[in-house]
């Protein structure tokens, strides 16, 4: 019986083995974090954020006695944060290939939400030009509202993604100066 059980034993091992081989061989390598994309992420979010600090600002313009000439300059000023954004998406998007996973699932998400922001912007830069003496109207004012909400929705998201790097290198520095392994994700 004594056999019997030690080779039970070496074949439950060999097995086991076996498992966790196959399964290394199936688990992706993983992707480092590119550190020039985050570098741009954190750009992108300060291009973002001063967007929408403008969109907040063009917004509450059209609950006061504002002219359309400083609504202009606004929108103005909200496309000149869209373009440097835009230019940093086309870096992230020129890098994407190389980023971790998480990295390049930002830069899918963000670039087709700045897409629509400068679409908005357009529109509502479109309406103004050919509409500048209603600018405390309430088509306007949806205009003016929808580049605030999509300015909010892209700063609020970079922001998270900034937010959730900074985590993840401060998760990984731990790990190491504690001597863990790195958690891995279940499926």
Known sequence: MK???VLFRIGTLVAAALI?????QKMPAQVADSEEISKLL???KSHAVLAENDAESLESFTYSRR????????????RGHVNDLGK???Q???????????QQAAIDQI???LREMAKQLTITMDHLRENQSLVHMPAYRDYAH???ELAVKTAGMIRDFVEYDKAKSKTEVLEAKLNLQPTEKVD
Do not use: F, M
């Open 3 to 5: 056999v019997r059980t």
């Open 20 to 24: 966790l081989i196959v399964n290394a």
């Open 42 to 44: 954190i750009e992108a």
């Open 67 to 78: 002219s359309w000439q400083q609504h202009g300059y606004k929108l103005a000023a909200i």
């Open 88 to 90: 940093v998406s086309k």
């Open 92 to 102: 992230l998007v020129d890098l994407r290939s190389q980023g971790s996973p998480w």
């Open 111 to 113: 670039d087709p939400l």
């Open 146 to 148: 929808g580049c605030y």
